[in-house]
């Protein structure tokens, strides 16, 4: 099993940027996929970004295409998001997720929560106006 901290949330302004860390525990974390969801209160959790175990292969959600970016560090154990041009709507708790080691998805099925055996507990990030 492989567990997962973020931080890097906090406070910012409209139109800000900040940078999401997730530090992964375990021997597997090369082989995982790796994602980035996202819930706001009263809302359901929200897909955003996930990369492949390797690192080229990135999917974004349309809401945040163009504004944010999904990378990782291997040899760190570590998977970031940049999130840059933050509007009032990206106000959420920021989750990071973990695929099963080997496991492959593509597009519209990495959405799904259920594909995911490891998550963090969430960093809040805060956009003032």
């Known amino acids: 099993q492989v567990q997962l901290v973020e931080s890097g949330g906090g406070w910012v302004q409209v139109g800000g940027s900040l940078r999401l860390s997730c530090a992964a525990s375990g021997r597997t974390f090369s082989r995982r996929a790796m994602a980035w969801f996202r819930q706001a209160p009263g809302k359901e959790r929200e897909f955003l970004a996930i990369i492949s175990a390797s690192g080229p292969s990135t999917t974004y959600a349309d809401p945040v295409k163009g504004r944010f970016t999904i990378s990782r560090d291997n040899a760190k154990n570590t998977v970031y998001l940049q999130m840059n041009s933050l509007k009032p709507e990206d106000a959420a708790v920021y989750y990071c997720?973990?695929?099963?080691?080997?496991?492959?998805?593509?597009?519209?099925?990495?959405?799904?929560?259920?594909?995911?055996?490891?998550w963090g507990q969430g960093t809040q990030v805060t956009i003032s106006s």
């Open positions: 997720a973990a695929r099963p080691p080997n496991s492959f998805c593509s597009g519209y099925g990495c959405s799904g929560l259920t594909g995911y055996d490891a």
